[in-house]
Nanobody, 113 residues
Framework: QVRLVESGGGLVQAGGSLRLSCGVS????????LAWHRQAPGKQREWVAS???????SYVDSVKGRFTISRDNAKSTVYLQMNSLKPEDTAIYYC???????WGQGTQVTVSS
């Protein structure tokens, strides 16, 4: 069974930075595409970024140039470095194993203006 555990969320002022981590167990991590999604209050969950097994990355337009997704295959961990945060980035951030379809429990990110 695949298990994903996010950490690193918190409260930050606009313009600040946070780094989210997602530890993955129960799967052959280095072969899988991993992704970050987020869900703001009253809105649908949206895709934020993905990283392939070879390290290729893609981002939603609203975070390009501010967020960076990366992975450490030795630690079975995927990261999301978030810089220049804006109040509209406030959401619960979820990690997803795209191959298995499993989700983490989410971590809250709140950006104050």
């Amino acid at each position: 069974q695949v298990r994903l555990v996010e950490s690193g969320g918190g409260l930050v002022q606009a313009g600040g930075s946070l780094r989210l981590s997602c530890g993955v167990s129960g799967t052959f991590f280095k072969q899988h595409v991993l992704a970050w999604h987020r869900q703001a209050p009253g809105k649908q969950r949206e895709w934020v970024a993905s990283i392939t097994s070879s390290g290729g990355t893609s981002y939603v337009d609203s975070v390009k140039g501010r967020f960076t997704i990366s992975r450490d295959n030795a630690k079975s961990t995927v990261y999301l470095q978030m810089n220049s945060l804006k109040p509209e980035d406030t959401a619960i951030y979820y990690c997803k194993d795209v191959w298995s379809g499993d989700w983490g429990q989410g971590t809250q990110v709140t950006v104050s203006s």
